[in-house]
């Protein structure tokens, strides 16, 4: 079994620009969720997927989207990127969207917008 | 509306002390709540979860419905414990609190 992975580990991004995450979950995890962690915040949850549909969404503007595959590979978007994106971008995998699942975060992918 | 609050950012105690890390929420359902932690250059990971009640690593947790509380508990700390603790909510979705930073010093 292996862990969550996220890609790639550092990316740097001009103001305006798009931007494409990646995430592999945990072999056998259908439910995906994607966290953006400010420096010295907590992580605040963008949106999750389950079974390649959304299953629920923060307060996040549209501009930030998302799909799942079905070989547990996921990625986040974002367009039109602006200085307060930048941030650390977590995802995290578990079996199913029930909140009791235990989570499995990846290690992140830092985003700096300039 | 869903909200974590954690009062300390830091907190410092010294080794063999009890430890209490504060949390509080609010909700207007029945929330489940759960403790992570994230070590020194690894990835945040669940510690325990109140549903389960059970003992992690030393570590305890009690959800008190009165005062909407769920302080992460341990009689003796050791240096190892020292991370960054987040205490989380999941109603409609997952809320994690800002995080604090305990620091257990020899």
């Known amino acids: 079994e292996t862990g969550v992975t996220q890609s790639p580990t550092h990316l740097i991004k001009t103001r305006g620009q798009q931007v494409t995450l990646r995430c592999s979950s945990q072999?056998?995890?259908?439910?995906v969720s994607w966290y953006q962690q400010a420096l010295g915040q907590g992580p605040q949850f963008i949106f999750q997927y389950y079974r390649e549909e959304e299953n629920g969404r923060g307060n996040f503007p549209p501009r930030f989207s998302g799909l799942q595959f079905p070989n547990y590979s996921s990625e986040l978007n974002v367009n039109a990127l602006e200085l307060d994106d930048s941030a650390l971008y977590l995802c995290?995998?578990?079996?199913?969207?029930?909140?009791?699942?235990?989570?499995?975060f990846g290690p992140g992918t830092r985003l700096t917008v300039l | 509306a869903q909200r974590v609050t954690q009062p300390e950012k830091l907190l410092s105690v010294f080794k063999g002390a009890p430890v209490e890390l504060k949390c509080n929420y609010s909700y207007s359902g029945s929330p489940e709540l759960f403790w992570y932690v994230q070590y020194s250059r690894q990835r945040l990971q669940l510690l325990l979860r109140h549903i389960s009640r059970e003992s992690i690593k030393g570590f305890t947790a009690d959800l008190n419905k009165g005062e909407t509380s769920f302080h992460l508990k341990k009689p003796f700390a050791q240096e190892e414990d020292s991370a960054m603790y987040y205490c989380?909510?999941?109603?409609?979705?997952?809320?994690f609190g800002p995080g604090t930073r305990l620091s257990v010093l020899p």
């Open positions: 995290a995998s578990s079996l199913t969207p029930r909140g009791a699942d235990t989570q499995y």
């Open positions: 989380a909510l999941y109603g409609q979705n997952f809320v």
């Open positions: 072999s056998g995890h259908n439910t």
